[in-house]
């Protein structure tokens, strides 16, 4: 076909989303991807030589796709509730503890937090804290897949001083001022820090509105295990966009797109030579700062990533120094070294161009909710997966000698896992076919050239408040640019970031609404 009525670069899951809801209107869609397979960062992959364990390279958990988009699409996806939110392993004057919040809280919980700061006061600030952000949460969710709303509309819908609180001051301040542990401090302040550089007192409130799209998840921001691994979510994906009459066109390397407003141009390169296509839209489903290269326009800025997102296989799950039980521990979201100090020198030191000696990091167990993911013989010998994802890793520290410094970073991560353990990792660790162990590590240079995001940013770029202050933009859906017939569908559009597919769907109805 010379002429589709959308084509769509990128074959990653806004793109699939994007595909899907069009083709099903009647419209047709090309989807090109320049890698052998359409996901994007959102795959599962076997990573270790010979060794069977599909594991989510990249992107690892699900929340902020909505229950809403998964209906439409008809996907065969299922997406399981971790028993355990997180744990936090504390050594205090000489004593080895755990700070465990199940799900859903409760009496174990409260004690748990007794245990660790001497009385409830903590815990009862964390229910009134997150009870607060769960109302606003019920808004805002609901509006995500809705035309933009003008921020005084929200803020009318909640308590005001909340939203002056989480959306006009730095959050900083609201979690020194309800929380006085400095543990508890730091298991709510990571939130606002995954793959954003920030303090939690920088002006921009970048970190505020990371802390947002983490918790505002069909209005619960309960992060759920992918059944099968993230590849699963976008093999359902693209079943879907196939099965709705989308065409997908991997090896497709975009090179040049061309718009006037009414019709458009993509020209790539695959296996057959280089080739154009017409079409009437083009939605771009890469980073900004890529789609400007495409365009021929010089690129403003590159974002940078900070993340260092370490993948392991296990032989078996080590033991902890406090006696909880592993499979526990680690079934939830397991924080090392993120206490609110600890994350702030974190910050403070790798601003200065230095890799933190006390790197903070999380970590936790896919296999422990969904063993699937690996071969029934590794199940019955006791291995288990496990993710690591390293904040405060910015893409300049790596920027000189990407291997060593990668190198020394997954070193000093791996050290701060070991001081809570009661044996140590190594002797944990499976072997691949080739002796070698069952360590990957990514840097944000890596990730920029193994999945093309530029500076490793895994938002492909800086967060934006979900709704819009201009008056101007209220009631578009957050996916124009400057020509009309481009649009934005990835992580790049206004409510984008994460494994949430909000970029593909609100591409599709700025289409679908004309």
Avoid at 414 to 425: H, I, M, V
Wanted: with cysteine.
């Amino acid at each position: 076909m010379d002429f589709y009525d959308v084509v769509i670069v990128g074959g990653g899951h806004n793109g699939l989303v994007a595909a899907t809801y069009l083709a099903q209107a009647g419209l047709s869609t090309l989807v090109l991807e320049q890698q052998p397979h359409t996901g994007g960062a959102a795959v599962s992959q076997q990573v270790f030589p010979g060794v069977d364990a599909r594991l989510s390279r990249y992107s690892y958990l699900v929340s902020l796709l909505p229950d809403k988009i998964v209906a439409d699409l008809g996907l065969a996806l299922q997406l399981r509730s971790r028993a355990v939110a997180s744990y936090t392993p504390v050594r205090r004057s000489g004593r080895d503890l755990g700070l465990m919040v199940e799900r859903p809280e409760g009496a174990a919980t409260r004690e748990s937090f007794a245990r660790l700061t001497g009385s409830d006061a903590e815990y009862d600030a964390w229910t009134a804290f997150y009870g607060a952000v769960g109302s606003l949460a019920s808004v805002i969710a609901p509006t995500l897949l809705e035309p933009l709303q003008s921020a005084e509309t929200l803020r009318s819908r909640v308590d005001p001083a909340l939203w002056d609180e989480l959306i006009e001051r730095p959050l900083g301040e609201s979690v020194e001022r309800r929380f006085a542990d400095d543990t508890v401090r730091g298991v709510v302040a990571t939130d606002a820090v995954i793959g954003t550089f920030a303090g939690l007192h920088d002006p921009s409130l970048i970190q505020n509105r990371c802390f947002l799209y983490h918790l505002i998840g069909n209005g619960t921001g309960e992060w759920r295990v992918p059944v099968g691994g993230m590849g699963a979510v976008t093999d359902a994906l693209a079943f879907a966009a196939r099965r709705a009459g989308a065409s997908l066109v991997t090896n497709a390397s975009v090179t040049s797109i061309e718009v006037d407003g009414v019709r458009g141009s993509v020209t790539w390169l695959g296996g057959d030579g280089e080739r154009s296509v017409d079409c009437s839209y083009v939605l771009s489903n890469v980073a900004p700062a890529t789609l400007d290269t495409l365009r021929g326009r010089e690129v403003a800025a590159k974002p940078e990533g900070s993340q260092l997102k370490i993948n392991l296989l296990l032989s078996r799950l080590p033991a902890l120094r406090s006696g909880d039980d592993p499979t526990r521990a680690f079934a939830g979201t397991f924080h090392i070294d993120e206490d609110y100090t600890q994350l702030e020198t974190a910050y403070r030191t790798a601003a200065a161009g230095t890799l933190p000696a006390v790197p903070p990091s999380e970590v936790y167990c896919h296999s422990l909710t969904d063993p699937s993911i690996l071969s029934p013989e590794l199940i019955a010998s006791g291995h288990h997966t496990l993710t690591v994802f390293g904040v405060h890793f910015p893409a300049r520290l790596f920027a000189s000698d990407n291997e060593s410094a990668r190198a020394e970073a997954t070193r000093r991560t791996l050290a701060g896992l070991d001081a809570y353990l009661a044996e140590p990792l190594a002797g944990c660790i499976a072997t691949d076919a080739d002796g070698n162990p069952c360590i990957e590590a990514k840097t944000p240079y890596d990730i920029e050239e193994s999945v093309g995001m530029p500076g490793g940013h895994i938002f492909h770029g800086d967060l934006q408040w979900p709704w819009s202050t201009d008056p101007t933009t209220v009631g578009r859906w957050g996916t124009e640019t400057d020509t009309a017939n481009l649009l934005i569908c990835g992580s790049g559009a206004r409510r984008g970031g994460a494994v949430s597919g909000l970029g593909g769907h609100n591409a599709a109805m700025t289409i679908l609404s004309r």
